[in-house]
């Protein structure tokens, strides 16, 4: 969640995966980096409370829309990278529903059954890690504009 909320603020995306204003997409990694946190407090409260094999509902609900949430928005986000950078929507099931104007379809494909891979591409697309190094702890993966590093001007 927390490099897909990265690539969101490069592409100046709200918390719900869509373009927005400035002021609309300021806070869009904090929103997300806040509810992965309530999520993973939520988790671990309530795994370490188990007395039996049966999950109770409070995680269940808890997890179950923390994962639709991040599947929204890492679909979201790669069609509006898509988008962006003319990337191509080729069917992954065969049939002709993308170029029906389904145009989630691939996107969905990818992010559900590879998060991981789908998520790192985008970074790849809109990071331009040949100029820039990536910077974990920050709120787009990148250096800020006119940073320093060691070596000099980033």
């Not at 991040?70 to 099931?93: E, F, P, Q």
């Not at 145009?103 to 331009?128: I, K, L, Y």
Request: include cysteine; glycine fraction near 8%.
């Amino acid at each position: 969640p927390i490099a897909t909320a990265q690539v969101m603020m490069r592409m100046k995306l709200t918390c719900w995966g869509v373009k927005g204003s400035k002021r609309c997409t300021k806070h869009t990694f904090k929103f997300v980096l806040f509810l992965t946190i309530v999520t993973a407090s939520i988790t671990y409260i309530q795994i370490g409370n188990l007395d039996d094999d049966e999950m109770p509902l409070t995680l269940l609900v808890t997890l179950l829309s923390f994962g639709i949430y991040i599947l929204l928005i890492a679909c979201c986000t790669r069609v509006a990278v898509r988008d962006k950078y003319g990337i191509g929507n080729d069917c992954c099931c065969g049939r002709r529903c993308c170029s029906a104007g389904y145009r989630g379809c691939v996107d969905f494909c990818n992010t559900f059954w590879c998060p991981c891979c789908s998520v790192a591409q985008m970074a790849r697309h809109t990071g331009e890690y040949e100029m820039n190094r990536a910077v974990c702890c920050s709120e787009t993966g990148l250096p800020r504009v006119g940073a320093f590093s060691a070596e000099g001007a980033v």
